[in-house]
Nanobody, 115 residues
Framework: QVQLVESGGGLVQPGGSLRLSCAAS????????MGWYRQAPGKSRELVAT???????NYEDSVKGRFTISRDNTKNTVYLQMNNLKPEDTAVYSC?????????WGQGTQVTVSS
């Protein structure tokens, strides 16, 4: 069975940090492009960051310089290090694995940035 399981979400104050993890199983992880998406209440899902199978990264403009996506192929895990968090970062963060047109999604983890 193919499965992505996110962890690491929670409540954090503005300016704080969180590290999200996404553990994959049932796929040849190293050949998949991985991404983090987020969806805030009442808004559509948006791309946050991606890392390709070759290691290239891309970030949504609002998180550049604050978030870092990385992957550890030995652990079948992709991470999202989030620093200097802002209230507008509040959303459900979901992990995605893609190979050509084949997509797999995790269940999501809640990140809340609030005083």
């Amino acid at each position: 069975q193919v499965q992505l399981v996110e962890s690491g979400g929670g409540l954090v104050q503005p300016g704080g940090s969180l590290r999200l993890s996404c553990a994959a199983s049932g796929i040849i992880f190293s050949i998949y492009n991985m991404g983090w998406y987020r969806q805030a209440p009442g808004k559509s899902r948006e791309l946050v960051a991606t890392v390709t199978s070759g290691g290239s990264t891309n970030y949504e403009d609002s998180v550049k310089g604050r978030f870092t996506i990385s992957r550890d192929n030995t652990k079948n895990t992709v991470y999202l290090q989030m620093n200097n968090l802002k209230p507008e970062d509040t959303a459900v963060y979901s992990c995605n694995a893609r190979l050509r047109t084949y997509n797999v999604w995790g269940q999501g983890t809640q990140v809340t940035v609030s005083s």
